[in-house]
T-cell receptor
Framework: EAEVAQSPRYKITEKSQAVAFWCDPISGHATLYWYRQILGQGPELLVQ????????DSQLPKDRFSAERLKGVDSTLKIQPAELGDSAMYLC????????????FGAGTRLSVL | GENVEQHPSTLSVQEGDSAVIKCTYSDSASNYFPWYKQELGKRPQLIIDIRSNVGEKKDQRIAVTLNKTAKHFSLHITETQPEDSAVYFC?????????????FGKGTSLLVTP
């Protein structure tokens, strides 16, 4: 069964450093989402892509976060500079084209900022 | 925007008993309500979902009910087993103009004791 791939699984960095996370959605899925999940809470949307275009980045802290999906396939989420409060799980999800609402999640990248 | 409240935050039941988790949502335009199960260190997995044109849906030991008027929906797990122990998240999604992004509750940690 196809799955959303994310790397790395774990990342430890010091504050003020730059970090990047990668996501490869299920083949053919046009919509890609990045969520942030703080420990003990539900995921919160950061950014949504439809193909290579950003649909919603209203919750993305644009002073330090950026996201791209250049060819409409895989995506990268970057944080620069990282802050202590960015420690969280970063989840990527994808949804197929058409009327299906189902989102399939990757295993996530757990970020620890020291 | 949409606000999803989930209760209880923790739930402990004996094996074989039923478990019920309740969620409320604020946006009457929301029309898709999935439930995800997340085991420790693993990706959220969709276990059941319901659309706003349906009042109830069942899949073996799992059922979801939706009351659109009251804007609440519930997850029912019958004959619970230890492997049901996990964190469960409800979510609500609004129509296409929001890109079907999911607004999650804060999660319920379910413990099923043998």
């Amino acid at each position: 069964e196809a799955e959303v791939a994310q790397s790395p699984r774990y990342k430890i960095t010091e504050k003020s450093q730059a970090v990047a996370f990668w996501c490869d959605p299920i083949s053919g899925h046009a919509t890609l989402y990045w969520y942030r999940q703080i420990l003990g809470q539900g995921p919160e949307l950061l950014v949504q892509f439809q193909d290579e275009s950003v649909v919603d980045d209203s919750q993305l802290p644009k002073d330090r976060f950026s996201a791209e999906r250049l060819k409409g396939v895989d995506s990268t989420l970057k944080i620069q500079p990282a802050e202590l409060g960015d420690s969280a799980m970063y989840l990527c999800a994808s949804r197929p084209a058409g009327p299906s609402n189902i989102q399939y999640f990757g295993a996530g990248t757990r970020l620890s900022v020291l | 925007g949409e606000n999803v409240e989930q209760h209880p935050s923790t739930l402990s039941v004996q094996e074989g008993d039923s478990a019920v988790i309740k969620c409320t949502y604020s946006d009457s335009a929301s029309n898709y309500f999935p439930w995800y199960k997340q085991e420790l260190g693993k990706r959220p997995q969709l276990i059941i979902d319901i659309r706003s044109n349906v009042g109830e849906k069942k899949d073996q030991r799992i059922a979801v009910t939706l009351n659109k008027t009251a804007k609440h929906f519930s997850l029912h797990i019958t004959e619970t087993q230890p492997e049901d122990s996990a964190v469960y998240f409800c979510a609500a999604s609004t129509p296409p103009n929001s890109g079907y992004a999911l607004n999650f509750g804060k999660g319920t940690s379910l413990l099923v004791t043998p």
